[in-house]
Nanobody
């Protein structure tokens, strides 16, 4: 069974940095798309970044140049390096995975876009990020 476990959240002042981790286990798919999402109170869940197993990445406009998504194959761990954090980045952050994605989904990430939220099959429990001004 696929399991995803996030860690690394916390409280930081505006302008600071955090690195989130998502340890993945339980699946052997050779191809995948993995993503980071966030949800603030009263708001819809928003996808912020995605990475394909071929290394392609995509980001939502509000985090471009500040967040970097990566995947360590040796550790089966997804990362989100966040810098120049803003109070509006405050949210619960989740990781999710699409095992064996269709070519059209992979193509989105290759072009720097993000797969639709509903394509993701497995989700972690989340880690809280709070940015104070």
């Amino acid at each position: 069974q696929v399991q995803l476990m996030e860690s690394g959240g916390g409280s930081v002042q505006a302008g600071g940095s955090l690195r989130l981790s998502c340890a993945a286990s339980g699946y052997t798919a050779s191809t995948f798309c993995m993503g980071w999402f966030r949800q603030a109170p009263g708001k819809e869940r928003e996808e912020v970044a995605a990475v394909d197993s071929d290394g392609s990445t995509g980001y939502t406009d509000s985090v471009k140049g500040r967040f970097t998504i990566s995947f360590d194959n040796a550790k089966n761990t997804l990362y989100l390096q966040m810098s120049s954090l803003k109070p509006e980045d405050t949210a619960m952050y989740y990781c999710a995975v699409v095992p064996n994605p269709r070519d059209d989904i992979r193509g989105l990430v290759t072009m720097g876009w993000l797969p639709p939220l509903y394509e993701y099959n497995y989700w972690g429990q989340g880690t809280q990020v709070t940015v104070s001004s």
